[in-house]
C-alpha cells in the first residue's frame, strides 16, 4: 500500500516562504520521479514541479520557476518543495503524487503519469 503523506502547508503573507515535505511508505522511493501538483477553488490540477529519482533532473512549470524548488532525499523517504515569494495566486491545495514507472528519466507533467497522490496540504498566501 502507497502512502503519501505532505505537510507544512499553513498561512503565510505574500512574499514570504513555505517547505511542504512529502513522506513516502510502500513502494521504493529511490527508484521513482516525484512531482507536485496543486489545485485552486474551482480550478484544473495544476502540475508544478517533478523530480527524477535519482534527484539530478528537476523540471518546473513556468508559474513557479525560479521561485520553488523541488528537492528529494531518498534516505528518508521524503520529497521537498520550497516555495518562496509566494503570491496571493499561489493559494491552493498542494498534492504530491509519485510516478508509475519506476526508472524513469522524463518525467511527465500531467496528472496521469502519477499513480498514487497524497491527501493534500492547504497553502493560503494574504496580501
Known amino acids: 500500500q502507497v502512502q503519501l503523506v505532505e505537510s507544512g502547508g499553513g498561512l503565510v503573507q505574500a512574499g514570504g516562504s513555505l517547505r511542504l515535505s512529502c513522506a513516502a511508505s510502500?513502494?521504493?522511493?529511490?527508484?521513482?520521479?516525484m512531482g507536485w501538483f496543486r489545485q485552486a477553488p474551482g480550478q484544473e490540477r495544476e502540475f508544478l514541479a517533478n523530480?527524477?529519482?535519482?534527484?539530478?533532473?528537476?523540471n518546473y512549470a513556468d508559474s513557479v520557476r525560479g521561485r520553488f524548488t523541488i528537492s528529494r532525499d531518498n534516505a528518508k523517504n521524503t520529497v521537498y518543495l520550497q516555495m518562496n515569494s509566494l503570491k496571493p495566486e499561489d493559494t491552493a491545495v498542494y498534492y504530491c503524487?509519485?510516478?508509475?514507472?519506476?526508472?524513469?528519466?522524463?518525467?511527465?507533467?500531467?496528472?496521469?503519469?502519477?499513480?498514487?497522490w497524497g491527501q493534500g496540504t492547504q497553502v493560503t498566501v494574504s496580501s
Open positions: 510502500g513502494r521504493t522511493f529511490s527508484r521513482y520521479g
Open positions: 523530480i527524477d529519482y535519482r534527484g539530478s533532473s528537476t
Open positions: 503524487a509519485i510516478d508509475r514507472l519506476a526508472f524513469r528519466l522524463i518525467l511527465s507533467t500531467t496528472a496521469g503519469a502519477y499513480d498514487y
